[in-house]
């Protein structure tokens, strides 16, 4: 994976809705800007239940997408990272469908995953008490099969979404064919899609418990076998993510957008730089996602006493209100349980919304970003500094949809020309070309209302400094000096709106 910004991008959301297009997209006005693309769900169907990660052949590309060689010829320009979804597949999928038929005499009816399959001798309140889920219900879906029988079916996420015994035979046999198909179009990396959930075991929380470790262990020798990189997706405790890093090839920093945006509400950099110094460098760094902002991921863990978080509980409390007040309710009503959301934990909302639609803010943020050590990953709504789209989440109730916007070519176009999209870009092309960011990273020691990122790189250096009081920053480069100041250290002559 090249050490350069890559596109995270649902691919029938931009104009065109194909691999072709995002190719020509990439070759076009976004030349230069990344060294790869993170390809969201692409396999059939890309609008299921959850915007393709509920995948009914998951070696199947939408053909409303294009083909595996339309997948192959993108992969030949870029580096390309598909996700591996590990731990459910569709009720619709052909295995489940037999399952459902045939019940016991179907080859696949050990690959599901039921409430008698993990607690066969039944499991007390404190049992369930101590799972590990998502969303504020338990994990699990009543289901009456073809056959007249009922189960307990284990359903980690959406009713839609059957989990899978990744142990089982047959279990291991369909990811092996989901790594192999997507080795032979020429990715380089995958994502493992909730692979946190994907063990269970009766007497723990069936979540990054020890067996789960094992696991990542044992599909990452596969995907190293063929070549490919490993990123392991965990919303959790930030412990979780150090242990993960030790073992894979990158983690998601999903500490990194709620301690940014307190960061910049507090105008204090003193939670921040605590992580810059504990935290995992073979990260993926983000600042959103096609999820929502976590809050799991600086909160106390779940169950471990005395596992404290990155953020005491009033200043994450202090962090939503804020979300909610900048981005004037709308992520009040597209979060928790004010929308159909498969993790209730999570605030929906743009990361320019987040702050105000405030562009030097913005243009801030995204500087840290790309200055903390690990592949920077900007995803696409967030690339184009994209507000809320209520109306496509009134449209279909899920919350998170207020962060995957459809574009036209027309918006995109104009989204384009404006001056925080442009300075991001050239934001994104520095970070990609400077010889610093090969080298060594420094936090400077300073007051908490100022952060000072330094790399250094032989006789080349890149340093980020940052002023909190005054929400401003610049950028001094090796080679071209203070040139690149405008990037971000510039403020609207009109005031900041509310």
Known sequence: MKN??????????FPGGTFR?????????????????????????IDGADAGFDPIDHTQVDPRLGTWDDVAALAAQTDVMADVIVNHVSRHSPQFVDYDQRGEDSPYAGMFLTYGHVFPDGACESDLLALNTPRPSLPFTAHQTARGAHVLLWTTFTSDQIDIDVRHPEGRRYLTGVLTRIHTAGIRAIRLDAVGFAIKKAGTSCFMIPETFAFIDDITAQAHALGLEVLVEVHGHYRDQIDVAR????????ALPPLVLHTLYTRNATALTHWLQIRPRNAITVLDTHDGIGVADVDAARGKSGARGLLAPDEIDTLVKTIHQRSRGESRIASGSAASNVDSSQINCTFYDALGRRDHEYLVARAIQCFVPGIPQIYYVGLLAGGNDIALLQRTGVGRDINRHYYTEAELQRELTRPVVQSLL????????????????????SAADTLALVWTNDEESARLDVNLTDICASITCSGIGAVLEHVVAWQSTAAAPA
């Open 4 to 13: 350069q910004a890559q596109l995270i991008a649902y691919v029938d959301r």
């Open 21 to 45: 297009d995002l190719r020509l997209l990439l070759e076009g006005p976004l030349h230069g800007a990344f060294g790869g693309v993170h390809v969201l769900p692409f396999f059939h169907p």
């Open 426 to 445: 050239e934001l994104l092309r520095i970070r990609n070309t400077h010889p610093a960011f090969q080298g060594a990273f420094t936090v400077v020691d």
């Open 247 to 254: 073992q894979v090839d990158r983690v998601y920093d999903f």
